[in-house]
């Protein structure tokens, strides 16, 4: 299988299976799905789901949104994945592996089950109720703490702090863990300083809830996370951690964001050019001013543009720019 490029092994021994053949895996499975039991079919539909809307960029769609919608999703496939391996306890670290955190918190044993992603009206908060209803669905509504699935919930639009939540009942004790997940874009460092700041503006817990603990997370696709020490009950990834946390899909384009260099703002158009900060700056307001003469039309005239400007190109930049 690895000769024929199907699955990578990686020097620890890990067995990886690169997204591109996810699409393949689901096509045969259309015909042949009906030996699958409860997990597999679960597993198999997050996949669906994940394929459905994260790996055709729309148009319409901003960015950050694709981000969040990928975010739940890939929670989905972890969560169903452990499902479908026979797992239906597991430790909170687990489900966040590869991401770095601190506290004993982690280590609590929680149920799982189906897992499915549900995009609320609801804004989480300590006003949450715990029945929430579906955005754009009418009124189909669901306990998104005790339910028959495990609901991965969008939060809804505005709601400060949170994109991305879901309530773990443990196993040992009464209560719950309920996981927080803020997605970032922003092109500079999150230094200690930034993170306290996030962290202050997190909604507090939901008051209909007894024997709760949070924990919060901070996932960062364009920036380095430079801190000293992780606060207590955080988890983070930056973008040099995403492979490790995402596995397989960390070059997935619902995870990799384009930068449109027609329509971007500064912060994000500097982190395609190479030197320090303030020559990215300078860079990134001249493309703007340019692409106000008229669009900019391939990778090719961005190049050329950048080098009349006495700049230089990520490496990386061609695989992450869009025109």
């Not at 699958?36 to 394929?51: G, I, N, Q």
């Not at 619902?254 to 303030?278: M, P, R, W």
């Amino acid at each position: 299988m690895v000769s024929n490029g199907m699955c990578l092994i990686h020097n620890d021994g890990t067995l990886i299976v690169p997204f591109h053949l996810v699409s393949h895996v689901l096509e045969r499975q259309e015909s042949g799905g009906d030996g699958l039991d409860e997990y597999e079919l679960a597993l198999l539909t997050s996949l669906k789901e994940l394929s459905a809307n994260g790996e055709i960029p729309l148009p319409n769609v901003p960015a950050w949104l694709s981000w969040e919608s990928f975010g739940a999703h890939f929670y989905c496939v972890r969560i169903n994945s452990f499902l479908a391996l026979g797992h239906k306890e597991l430790l909170v670290s687990d489900i966040l592996r590869g991401t770095r955190f601190k506290s004993a918190v982690f280590q609590t044993r929680v149920h799982i089950r189906v897992a499915k992603v549900f995009r609320s009206n609801e804004q989480y908060g300590p006003d949450i109720p715990r029945t929430i209803t579906q955005h754009g669905a009418g009124y189909n509504a669901v306990d998104w703490t005790e339910g028959q699935y495990l609901q991965v919930v969008l939060n809804g639009d505005g709601g400060p702090g949170v994109d991305i939540f879901f309530a773990l009942k443990r196993k040992n004790d009464p209560g719950y863990i309920v996981v927080l997940d803020q997605r970032k874009r922003l092109g500079s460092q999150i230094t200690q300083l930034g993170l306290s700041a996030y962290l202050s503006k997190i909604p507090g817990k939901p008051k209909f809830m007894d024997n709760v603990d949070l924990v919060v997370g901070l996932m960062s696709n364009y920036s380095k996370i430079e801190v000293d020490e992780i606060p207590n009950s955080m988890f983070v990834a930056s973008t040099s951690e995403s492979s490790k946390f995402h596995g397989s899909l960390f070059d997935h384009p619902g995870c990799t964001i384009a930068i449109d260099v027609n329509s971007g703002l500064q912060t994000s158009i500097q982190q395609l050019f190479l030197g320090v900060q303030q020559k990215r700056d300078r860079i990134a307001e001249s493309i703007i001013e340019h692409r106000k003469k008229g669009r900019i039309e391939s990778f090719e005239q961005l190049a050329s543009i950048v080098s009349e400007l006495g700049g230089e190109l990520d490496p990386l930049a061609k695989g992450r720019t869009k025109f």
